[in-house]
């Protein structure tokens, strides 16, 4: 199982980013997709997850209103479109993983916890 993360690099505040998720060797119909960031010296926090079926998604409270997940079926990727970066919004982007049965058994879908696949990384860089 792979997922290759793209789409990060240096804009002005104010401005947009898409942020790109390839996901390959397994299907993953019963998958929480989530964004991860994490910034230096803080903990990594969900930025916003869907079920690939895309009857749910979720945001953190910092994003909402900016931010968009989704996913194209047919290239099995699941997208972030951030709009009105701010400086705040800097960090490593993460994409991940993790099945659903995971988060109705009980973990909470805004915790690493609950995704057991991760892509490698891309950072996101806002200037002021």
């Known amino acids: 199982v792979q997922l290759q993360a793209s789409g990060g690099g240096l804009v002005q505040a104010g401005g947009s980013l898409r942020l790109s998720c390839a996901a390959s060797?397994?299907?993953?119909?019963?998958?929480?997709m989530g964004w991860f960031r994490q910034a230096p010296g803080k903990e990594r926090e969900l930025v916003a997850c869907?079920?690939?079926?895309?009857?749910?998604?979720h945001y953190a409270d910092s994003v909402k209103g900016r931010f968009t997940i989704s996913r194209d079926n047919a290239k099995n990727t699941v997208h972030l479109q951030m709009n009105t970066l701010k400086p705040e919004d800097t960090a490593v982007y993460y994409c991940?993983?993790?099945?659903?049965?995971?988060?109705?058994?009980?973990?909470?879908?805004?915790?690493?916890?609950?995704?057991?696949?991760w892509g490698q990384g891309t950072q996101v860089t806002v200037s002021s």
């Open positions: 991940a993983a993790g099945p659903l049965r995971t988060i109705y058994a009980g973990t909470e879908y805004y915790k690493s916890d609950a995704y057991n696949y």
């Open positions: 060797g397994r299907t993953f119909s019963s998958y929480m």
């Open positions: 869907m079920t690939w079926s895309g009857r749910s998604a």
